[in-house]
Nanobody, 119 residues
Framework: QVQLVESGGGLVQPGGSLRLSCAAS????????MGWYRQAPGKQRELVAV???????TYADSVKGRFTISGDNAKNTVYLRMNSLKPEDTAVYFC?????????????WGQGTQVTVSS
């Protein structure tokens, strides 16, 4: 069994910063990729950023230049540094991981952490 535990959400003023963390634990043979998605009220879940075990990174156009994703393979942890936050960044942020556990590879989701950008 694999679990993803997120932390770091909260309320911040426009222009402010937050850092999200997500740690994977359990029977992990290999973490292929970890990333962040977000879902705002009434909208579909969308990709924010993803990083592969090889270090390849993809960002949504809406966050390029403001958000930075990084990972620690040894700790099976991914971070998302969010700068210059805007009200439209308000959403529930979900950690996502593609993990090989023993013999099968599956996609796992965290429980979500709320990020609210408001004055």
């Amino acid at each position: 069994q694999v679990q993803l535990v997120e932390s770091g959400g909260g309320l911040v003023q426009p222009g402010g910063s937050l850092r999200l963390s997500c740690a994977a634990s359990g029977r992990i043979s290999r973490t292929n990729a970890m990333g962040w998605y977000r879902q705002a009220p009434g909208k579909q879940r969308e990709l924010v950023a993803v990083i592969t075990s090889g270090g390849s990174i993809t960002y949504a156009d809406s966050v390029k230049g403001r958000f930075t994703i990084s990972g620690d393979n040894a700790k099976n942890t991914v971070y998302l540094r969010m700068n210059s936050l805007k009200p439209e960044d308000t959403a529930v942020y979900f950690c996502n991981a593609i993990i090989r556990a023993v013999v099968t590879t599956n996609t796992y989701w965290g429980q979500g952490t709320q990020v609210t950008v408001s004055s």
